[in-house]
Nanobody, 126 residues
Framework: QVQLVESGGGSVQAGGSLRLSCAFY????????MGWYRQVPGKEREGLAA???????RYADSVKGRFAISRDSTKKLLYLQINSLKPEDSAMFYC????????????????????WGPGTQVTVSS
């Protein structure tokens, strides 16, 4: 089974940066594609970025240029670098993993991923 644990969230000032991390617990990390989502209360979970095992990436249009997804396969870690933070970026950020590659085409829908972490909160103040 796969377990994901996010870290790196917190409270930051607008204009600042954060790097979120996600630790992958399980076998065959190389076989999984990974992604980041965020959610605010009362709204649907929003797909932000995804990265495949060959390091190919895809981004939601809303975050292109400010968010960067990367992975370290030796450490089984996933990252999300967020720059120029805005108050509207405040949300719970979730890490996700999937292995059924046909589902990756569903990104940014949540249906693209099978496994989810508990989330890490990001709060941006103006």
């Amino acid at each position: 089974q796969v377990q994901l644990v996010e870290s790196g969230g917190g409270s930051v000032q607008a204009g600042g940066s954060l790097r979120l991390s996600c630790a992958f617990y399980g076998q065959a990390y190389w076989n999984y594609y990974m992604g980041w989502y965020r959610q605010v209360p009362g709204k649907e979970r929003e797909g932000l970025a995804a990265i495949d095992s060959d390091d190919s990436t895809r981004y939601a249009d809303s975050v292109k240029g400010r968010f960067a997804i990367s992975r370290d396969s030796t450490k089984k870690l996933l990252y999300l670098q967020i720059n120029s933070l805005k108050p509207e970026d405040s949300a719970m950020f979730y890490c996700a993993a999937g292995s059924a590659r046909w589902r990756l085409q569903l990104f940014p829908s949540e249906e693209a991923f099978e496994y989810w972490g508990p989330g890490t909160q990001v709060t941006v103040s103006s």
